[in-house]
């Protein structure tokens, strides 16, 4: 390892703007099992589903239509 490191000529992280954020959120188990299962069907893991999934809602700007009884 060197002693000092020039970075005088370094780009910033064109991939900078596109890092994903940690958060907890609760989810009903029945959705995580959803999930789970179109993992195991896809082979893509559970977690990128729901973030491809919520990604496509920002996407196409869906809105929720919640009516309460």
């Not at 069907?41 to 559970?46: H, I, K, L």
């Amino acid at each position: 390892m060197k002693a000092e490191y020039d970075f005088s000529t370094a780009k910033k992280n064109p991939y900078a703007q596109k890092i994903k954020q940690q958060v907890t959120i609760n989810l009903d188990s029945s959705v995580i099992d959803y999930f789970k299962e179109m993992a195991a069907s896809s082979g893509v893991p559970y977690q990128t589903l729901i973030n491809l999934y919520l990604s496509d809602c920002v996407q196409n700007r869906r809105r929720l239509h919640i009516s309460w009884q």
